[in-house]
Nanobody, 124 residues
Framework: QVQLVESGGGLKQAGGSLRLSCAVSGRTFSIYAMGWFRQGPGKEREFVAALTWSGSGTYYADSVKGRFAISRDNAKTTVYLQMNSLKPEDTAVYYC?????????????????WGQGTQVTVSS
């Protein structure tokens, strides 16, 4: 099992920045990729960003490319999502996820473990 706990959400004005953190514990040796997803009001959960646990690759949704950055610490205990130039449409619950395979890193089905989510609200 892998345990994921998100933190860092909050209320920001448009144009501001936030950094989300995801604490990772448990059988981390089984992880291939870590991802961030979000679910806005009345919407389905969607892919935001992902990285391979080895650090060899990063992936972004077109809607956040150039504004958001995913990273992890060297000890592989925390994954971050730096969010800059926030927009009201970024308002959502943000979820951290861990996947054990190389398949579907941009899709919900590519992940086996999920955190409880953290709310991000961006006001105009």
């Amino acid at each position: 099992q892998v345990q994921l706990v998100e933190s860092g959400g909050g209320l920001k004005q448009a144009g501001g920045s936030l950094r989300l953190s995801c604490a990772v514990s448990g059988r981390t040796f089984s992880i291939y990729a870590m991802g961030w997803f979000r679910q806005g009001p009345g919407k389905e959960r969607e892919f935001v960003a992902a990285l391979t646990w080895s650090g060899s690759g990063t992936y972004y949704a077109d809607s956040v490319k150039g504004r958001f950055a995913i990273s992890r610490d060297n000890a592989k205990t925390t994954v971050y999502l730096q969010m800059n130039s926030l927009k009201p449409e970024d308002t959502a619950v943000y979820y951290c996820a861990a996947g054990r395979t190389a398949s579907f890193v941009r899709e919900n089905r590519g992940y086996d473990y999920w955190g409880q989510g953290t709310q991000v609200t961006v006001s105009s």
